[in-house]
């Protein structure tokens, strides 16, 4: 299943590509399975690759099971990412990130929704800069600008 990018949300990404802040900010988006939409999750200003990792939802509430055990699913998510890079010779850039992120252990239905709708997103929002992620521990500074580093 591929889902459509809600209107709101492909607003907010066109303003948000524009924006004039010189700070790192970040628009989180999930899917809502029952209308097959990807959707705003939240919003941050100001947000350190350190304090995004925090802020991540790293499982959904847990269920109960038939055998009496409780399961917890992790959960996958979208992340644009606006990062004040500083070059090696100085100079600075805000490259626009997709972070995709997608821990082991989710659910298949789950991975499948997003996995169909990742492209669609990143097609959607025009973003060229494009990362996955399996565990939100690894998202830090070093790692983005190793990942940015890639695109001199």
Same mark, same amino acid.
């Given at each position: 299943?591929?889902?459509?990018?809600?209107?709101? %949300?492909?607003?907010? /990404?066109?303003?948000?590509?524009?924006?004039?802040?010189? =700070? =790192?900010?970040?628009?989180?988006?999930?899917?809502?399975?029952?209308?097959? $939409? @990807? @959707? $705003?999750?939240? &919003?941050?200003?100001?947000?350190?690759?350190?304090? *995004?990792?925090?802020?991540?939802?790293?499982?959904?509430?847990?269920?109960?099971?038939?055998?009496? %055990?409780?399961?917890?699913?992790?959960? #996958?998510?979208? +992340?644009?990412?606006?990062?004040?890079?500083?070059? &090696?010779?100085?100079? @600075?850039?805000?490259? *626009?990130?997709?972070?995709?992120?997608?821990?082991?252990?989710? #659910?298949?239905?789950?991975?499948?929704?997003?996995?169909?709708? #990742?492209?669609?997103?990143?097609?959607?929002?025009? /973003?060229?800069? @494009?990362?996955? +992620?399996? =565990?939100?521990?690894?998202?830090?500074?070093?790692? *983005?600008?190793? #990942? %940015?580093?890639?695109?001199?």
């Amino acid at each position: 299943v591929v889902c459509d990018v809600a209107e709101d %949300l492909v607003e907010k /990404l066109r303003k948000f590509r524009f924006r004039k802040e010189t =700070n =790192n900010a970040a628009i989180i988006m999930k899917i809502d399975k029952d209308k097959q $939409l @990807v @959707v $705003l999750d939240e &919003e941050h200003e100001g947000i350190s690759p350190d304090e *995004l990792k925090d802020e991540l939802p790293e499982r959904q509430p847990r269920y109960p099971s038939p055998f009496g %055990l409780t399961h917890s699913w992790k959960l #996958k998510t979208f +992340i644009v990412y606006s990062y004040k890079y500083q070059h &090696e010779d100085g100079r @600075v850039s805000y490259p *626009l990130c997709f972070i995709f992120s997608s821990p082991v252990g989710c #659910k298949p239905e789950q991975q499948m929704m997003y996995a169909g709708s #990742k492209n669609k997103l990143v097609q959607t929002a025009e /973003l060229t800069k @494009v990362f996955e +992620i399996r =565990n939100t521990e690894d998202l830090t500074e070093e790692w *983005l600008r190793e #990942k %940015l580093g890639f695109f001199h």
